[in-house]
């Protein structure tokens, strides 16, 4: 049976942070109440002159020589991302040329903050029906971009960076065990970025009233977002024939702390069995679970033969929760 399993992972942060405290003299806001409402100390924002393909290339290569393999035995790259360097071509293709990967397939998905499980999710199915071989999954997002600085409600929740994973075929007991995904579009006003597209176009009056901005009800998300994450990786270890118990880590999406204890209590775990950095990078949407996994690989919370959870929510709304043996 062939499976696909991770051989590599990389993720690349930009370097100038902006803390609580320089939020403070932005917005009417406080580090104290950031800190005890979302559990974030800081967020890094991505240079002016870097888009997300640039952070996307700097993932992917430290995710391909951690694979230790050459960058031509990739036979496909997909791009997690809700911030692309322009509406086309994908940024995947632009991460090719970047990367002078020459002719292999690219293509985007779009899924906001389960963006990178979708990616991953749609790897596995293309490594295990035998087409494709090494798959380069890259998860980008320069949210600082679509970020309104002026609003307290969004501004200090979310943060630029990039994580990548090389998925191989596989014949070996280990890789990606699980997947399951969900979505529900009737919630597209919770969780939004009205205009740029081809229902409200960009206009003087759209970028007057700020329309090119995301826009969250942030109660209604909170709400969706811990049921949804509790009944996915729910359904991901039934299709796996599993138990809570046999996995190591929890690595979720990182919306809010407050979110991730309440994950925790439903799922009936220890905090301590659940990945946590949301204080270093808020909610980079896509790239926040591909961070989390090459972060909790490399700080050594995980290692090979463990079992562990990717789960995810985000703009769609969307869903999803993948079971992956390292
Ligand atoms: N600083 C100070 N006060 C603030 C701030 C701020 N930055 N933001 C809001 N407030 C105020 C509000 O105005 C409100 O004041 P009021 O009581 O006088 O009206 C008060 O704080 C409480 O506001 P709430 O919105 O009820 O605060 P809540 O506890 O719900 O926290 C938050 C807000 C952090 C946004 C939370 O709801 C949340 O994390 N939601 C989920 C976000 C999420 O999961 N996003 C998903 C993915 S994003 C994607 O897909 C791109």
Redesign the pocket.
């Known amino acids: 049976m062939i499976r696909a399993e991770i051989i590599g992972t990389g993720s690349y942060i930009p370097e100038k942070t902006l803390t609580n405290k320089d ?1 403070e003299k932005m ?4 580090d104290n ?2 800190t005890k ?2 559990g974030i100390k800081e967020r890094h924002i991505a240079a002016g002159d870097q888009a997300s393909s640039d952070l996307a290339v700097e993932a992917a290569k430290k995710a391909i020589a951690d694979a230790g393999i050459d960058k031509d035995e990739i036979d496909i790259i997909i791009c997690a991302t ?1 911030t692309p360097d322009m509406v086309f071509p994908a940024t995947a293709c632009q991460t090719q040329k970047k990367l002078e990967i020459k002719d292999v397939a690219a293509f985007d998905v779009e899924a ?3 963006g990178f499980l979708t990616a991953l999710a749609i790897a596995d199915s293309m490594i295990v029906s035998g087409n494709f071989n090494k798959v380069l999954v890259v998860a980008s997002e320069v ?1 600082s971009r679509i970020t309104d600085w002026d609003d ?7 943060g630029d960076g990039a994580g990548a994973a090389i998925l191989s075929a596989t014949d070996e007991d280990r890789g990606i065990m699980s997947s399951y995904l969900g979505a529900d579009g009737n919630y597209d006003n919770i ?1 939004h970025l009205p205009a740029g597209g081809s229902k409200l176009p960009a206009s003087q009056e759209t970028v007057k009233e700020g329309l090119h901005y ?1 826009k ?1 009800e ?2 209604e ?2 709400k969706i ?1 811990v049921k949804k994450m509790a009944q996915s990786v729910r359904i991901a270890l039934k299709k796996a024939g599993l138990t809570i118990d046999e996995i190591k880590m929890v690595i979720p ?1 990182q ?2 702390m ?2 991730i204890k309440a994950l925790a209590k439903r799922l009936k775990i220890d905090i301590e069995k659940v990945f946590v950095n949301i204080q270093d990078y808020g ?1 980079m ?1 896509a790239a926040t679970t591909a961070v989390g996994l090459d972060e909790a690989l490399r700080g050594g919370n995980i290692s090979e033969g463990d079992i562990i959870q990717l789960v995810a ?4 709304l ?1 869903w999803g929760s993948i079971t992956v043996k390292i």
């Open positions: 939020l917005v009417d806001t406080s109440w950031i409402r979302t809700i906001a903050c389960t949210l307290r409600q969004t501004c200090v929740l979310f969780l995301m969250m942030g109660r998300t909170f977002a999406h919306a809010n407050r979110i909610n949407s929510f985000g703009g769609g969307t």
